[in-house]
């Protein structure tokens, strides 16, 4: 049975740090690609950062509004992705997903997703 199961967020101020993990089980994650998405009140989900599946070095895909604060990594042996999330923002405030792709490559959108973690809340305020 594929599980994603999220951990890490939390409430911080704007400028600090946070790193979310994904833990999975039930597949081999080397083989697939695994999408962080996030939702805030009122707006669509959208996908902010992926890893590939493969061989190391593995691609990344950053949303513009995240690159050079967000960065996706994966540990195989222990089945984690993690996004670590520096300088956050208000904006930064949402629920974060993490979805195992139905395929090694990345995509960002929910369609090419075929299993979901519950959430977690990151809440960025002063």
């Known amino acids: 049975q594929v599980r994603l199961v999220e951990s890490g967020g939390g409430l911080v101020q704007p400028g600090k740090t946070l790193k979310l993990s994904c833990a999975t089980s039930g597949f081999a994650l080397a083989y697939y690609a695994i999408t962080w998405f996030r939702q805030a009140p009122g707006k669509p989900r959208e996908g902010i950062s992926c890893i590939s599946g493969g061989a190391d070095p593995t691609s990344t895909t950053y949303l513009e509004s995240v690159k050079g604060r967000f960065a996706i990594s994966r540990d195989i042996d222990k089945s984690t992705v993690y996004l670590q999330m520096n300088n956050l923002q208000p904006d930064d405030t949402a629920v974060y997903y993490c979805?195992?792709?139905?395929?090694?490559?990345?995509?960002?959108?929910?369609?090419?997703?075929?299993?979901w973690g519950l959430g977690t809340q990151v809440t960025v305020a002063s």
């Open positions: 979805a195992k792709s139905r395929y090694f490559y990345c995509s960002d959108t929910s369609h090419d997703q075929d299993s």
